[in-house]
């Protein structure tokens, strides 16, 4: 119930900026609304930057989850390199993954895993 709310009243919030977006952007900052780890992935994301150089047509999603992938997609690029690791140390631990779930027949979670690879795209190494 709690985040019922929290939901009905940010969108209420975000709603008051409707096509002002670098209000919001000063208002959420100023407010401390964004964590750092945030604010750091959104400043240092290259992805973002080539968005801005795109055509401005509006994006439409056919579905929640094409919405959620694209979004995420601008943060995902971070997430992995956080982790310390080479990216030939992701592919490679990924892979090995991916192999081993198919030898165990884990199908379900090889799909998920090749998915997130071709989404990241990381290499599948045969």
Same mark, same amino acid.
Not at 89 to 99: D, F, G, R, V
């Given at each position: 119930?709690?985040?019922?709310?929290?939901?009905?009243?940010?969108?209420?919030?975000?709603?008051?900026? @409707?096509?002002?977006?670098?209000?919001? &952007?000063?208002?959420?900052?100023?407010?401390?609304?964004? *964590?750092?780890?945030?604010?750091?992935?959104?400043?240092?994301?290259? @992805?973002?930057?080539?968005?801005?150089?795109?055509?401005?047509?509006?994006?439409?999603?056919? +579905?929640?989850? @094409?919405?959620? +992938?694209?979004?995420?997609?601008? *943060?995902? +690029?971070?997430?992995?390199?956080? =982790?310390? #690791? =080479?990216?030939?140390e992701i592919e490679t631990e990924l892979n090995e993954k991916l192999?081993?779930?198919?030898?165990?027949? #884990?199908?379900?979670? &090889? &799909?998920?895993?090749? +998915?997130?690879? &071709?989404?990241?795209?990381? @290499?599948?190494? #045969?």
């Amino acid at each position: 119930m709690e985040n019922e709310d929290l939901y009905r009243n940010l969108v209420i919030l975000l709603k008051m900026f @409707k096509n002002r977006p670098y209000h919001l &952007a000063k208002y959420l900052i100023e407010n401390s609304a964004l *964590t750092n780890e945030f604010i750091k992935k959104v400043s240092e994301n290259s @992805k973002l930057s080539e968005e801005e150089n795109k055509s401005k047509q509006p994006i439409y999603f056919l +579905d929640i989850g @094409k919405m959620n +992938d694209y979004y995420s997609s601008f *943060t995902d +690029d971070i997430k992995l390199l956080e =982790s310390g #690791k =080479s990216l030939f140390e992701i592919e490679t631990e990924l892979n090995e993954k991916l192999n081993k779930f198919l030898f165990e027949e #884990k199908y379900e979670e &090889a &799909a998920r895993l090749r +998915d997130y690879m &071709a989404k990241n795209k990381i @290499k599948r190494i #045969k």
